[in-house]
């Protein structure tokens, strides 16, 4: 049963990846024509530099607490409460960070808005992502995977909404952060109808450890993100903005590609052998 149940969300999830990427690249192919090469390039570059820390807001608990969920359901309101906490704690540390390193990295100081909105909208996406965590623990793929869709089609829909208004990259930084918004007062919205409230009590005793066990998940990240992203931050202090925008609208496909049928099954499988723990 379990094997067969394994099966059967890796292929939810694999049909959902593909559903999420071709959006993804029909994205892509608008933002080529609508924008210029060298737009495109600076659009690209902020992403790069600001995902490169997606990492940190959620230090790797949302997957122990998948893991510790999937063997202990009774105990959703406190493990999505402390998730919930380190997220937000260190959600708002990742933006601190980013305005730090921001004057110190980027020549055009024009930038600085750019940089946080696309700041806050991955604040907001991590307290999103921990919305589905008791489905994912329950092995409900679907659900998990409806969710991703919609919030990818918020996230692409509120981008180009806001670049039709403004014809400039702050619309298109400002229209996704508002359709992230609205997307994760959505998804807590419909969560809180079948699962019960998380427990937000800051008890320090039981974070930090609970921290440390994200932690190894956490920098198996960070090293995915900064071999994805680093090439493009690289060029972007190298080469021009136009070269940049050529090379990302070359290599977008290929990274897509890679992730499309591997992190299915490891989604799939984890909650599985969290309850093969116990």
Not at 183 to 202: D, Q
Not at 208 to 232: C, E, W
Not at 257 to 263: C, D, E, Y
């Amino acid at each position: 049963m379990t094997l067969h149940l394994i099966a059967q969300n890796t292929l939810i999830l694999t049909a959902a990846e593909f559903v999420i990427k071709g959006i993804a690249l029909v994205f892509n192919f608008i933002l080529v024509r609508l924008l210029t090469v060298n737009a495109f390039g600076d659009y690209n570059l902020v992403l790069a530099f600001v995902g490169i820390f997606s990492f940190l807001p959620d230090l790797g608990v949302s997957l122990i607490a998948v893991r510790d969920l999937a063997a202990q359901p009774k105990n959703y309101p406190r493990l999505v409460g402390q998730t919930l906490i380190i997220n937000l704690v260190f959600s708002f540390i990742s933006f601190l960070i980013i305005l730090a390193l921001f004057p110190i990295y980027f020549r055009n100081q024009s930038f600085a808005v750019f940089v946080i909105l696309a700041g806050i909208t991955l604040m907001l996406t991590s307290l999103r992502t921990v919305a589905k965590l008791g489905f994912d623990a329950a092995q409900r793929m679907s659900v998990s995977a409806t969710f991703t869709i919609i919030n990818s089609l918020f996230s692409v829909s509120g981008s180009l909404i806001g670049f039709f208004i403004t014809r400039n990259l702050f619309g298109l930084f400002a229209g996704n952060l508002l359709a992230t918004l609205l997307s994760l007062i959505l998804e807590w919205g419909i969560i809180l109808r079948f699962l019960p409230l998380p427990s937000l009590s800051f008890n320090l005793a039981k974070l930090v450890p609970f921290a440390k066990q994200g932690l190894p998940l956490s920098l198996a990240t960070a090293t995915a993100l900064i071999t994805t992203k680093l090439d493009t931050l690289i060029l972007g202090r190298l080469l021009t903005s136009l070269e940049v925008g050529w090379y990302v609208a070359a290599t977008t496909l290929i990274f897509a590609v890679i992730q499309l049928f591997n992190v299915p099954l490891m989604v799939a499988a984890y909650p599985a052998l969290g309850q093969a723990k116990t």
